[in-house]
């Protein structure tokens, strides 16, 4: 199952700030749509979910099991293959 986030802001909007993936198995991935160094500086700002939930970005990293960040401006919604997510989790949960 997946699920696009978009700004709560921008009603009407088609791009994604946000993709959720979730394999069934109790995990789920997050690709988010701009390059990590901005994650701090926007981890307060709300998104809407395609079913009409509402979440800030932070809050949806702490949901995920796995994070991707955009760091070429690939987009959420990009089909480069997932790689080293848990990893970058890691690090921003000790900072």
Not at 40 to 48: K, N, P, Q, R
Not at 55 to 72: C, P
């Amino acid at each position: 199952m997946s699920k696009a986030y978009r700004l709560t802001s921008q009603t009407g909007e088609t791009s994604s700030i946000a993709h959720m993936i979730s394999t069934g198995t109790g995990t789920s991935i997050v690709r988010f749509a701009f390059p990590e160094v901005l994650f701090i500086h926007v981890s307060h700002i709300e998104l809407t979910g395609d079913d009409g939930c509402i979440i800030t970005i932070g809050e949806l990293f702490s949901q995920a099991t796995t994070v991707d960040f955009d760091e070429d401006g690939c987009g959420a919604e990009c089909e480069k293959p997932y790689t080293a997510y848990e990893q970058k989790k890691d690090t921003w949960e000790m900072t």
